[in-house]
Structure formats: structure tokens, C-alpha cells
């Protein structure tokens, strides 16, 4: 079985783990705080990083 590519996020608006998945277009990681529903989307380039953890901060309710 296959895995998904993902990235870890610490979602520090609830103190909170979780995964965000790749998008269909693979231009971006998104996903939403597990509690809150908050959006967090970190997008893939160049010269980018190869880290998989990370902390989303500050969210808010259904922040952009």
C-alpha cells in the first residue's frame, strides 16, 4: 500500500496535531485544524524545504 505524501502541523490555535494531505494539483499541502476548523495550506516550490513538521499559529475560526 501506498502512502500519501503529508506533512505534520501542530495547530497551536488549539493545541492540536494533525496531518495536511497534498492538493489534486500537488502545488500545495492543505488541510484544517481538527478541532477549530481552522485552514492552513503550505504551498510546494522551489528551493523549499525537506522538514515534515511544522506549528501553524496564530489561526482563528475558518482563517484563510
Known amino acids: 500500500m501506498e502512502s500519501k505524501p503529508f506533512l505534520g502541523i501542530v495547530f497551536e490555535c488549539c493545541h492540536m496535531y494533525g496531518r495536511i494531505y497534498r492538493n489534486g494539483d500537488n502545488t500545495a499541502y492543505e488541510g484544517r485544524c481538527p478541532r477549530c476548523l481552522s485552514k492552513v495550506r ?3 516550490g522551489a528551493g523549499g524545504t525537506t ?3 511544522f506549528a501553524a499559529y496564530p489561526c482563528g475560526p475558518n482563517t484563510s
Open 42 to 44: 503550505v504551498q510546494i
Open 51 to 53: 522538514q515534515r513538521f
